[in-house]
């Protein structure tokens, strides 16, 4: 069993940056992939970033390449979100996830937090 507990989320303007952290309970989390999701009023919930267990691969959504980074840190049973250049449309409610593999499918992940709200104004 996992526990996800995130955090981090906030006000911020555009062009600013946020980290959200997603902090886990349970022994096993290290086995484990870690995805962020999104959800924005009246939108489905959409892939935004993904690492696998050990951190060496990652991968993103199109809409956040080049300004999000996913980190994780074992030890600390903590997954990272850095959210840099961050525009209007990345305001949602963000989840983090935990999978058995890496993948964008949010029906593949097992384990999920209760979200952090990111608002982002101009």
């Known amino acids: 069993q996992v526990q996800l507990v995130e955090s981090g989320g906030g006000l911020v303007q555009t062009g600013g940056s946020l980290r959200l952290s997603c902090a886990a309970s349970g022994r096993t989390f290290s086995s484990y992939a870690v995805g962020w999701f999104r959800q924005a009023p009246g939108k489905e919930r959409e892939f935004v970033s993904g690492?696998?267990?050990?951190?060496?691969?990652?991968n993103y959504a199109d809409s956040v390449k080049g300004r999000f980074t996913i980190s994780r840190d074992n030890t600390k049973n903590t997954v990272y979100l850095q959210m840099n250049s961050l525009k209007l449309e990345d305001a949602a409610v963000y989840y983090c996830?935990?999978?058995?593999?890496?993948?964008?499918?949010?029906?593949?992940?097992?384990?999920w937090g209760q979200g952090t709200q990111v608002t982002v104004s101009s």
């Open positions: 690492i696998n267990w050990s951190g060496r691969y990652t």
């Open positions: 996830a935990a999978a058995r593999t890496l993948n964008d499918d949010p029906a593949k992940y097992n384990y």
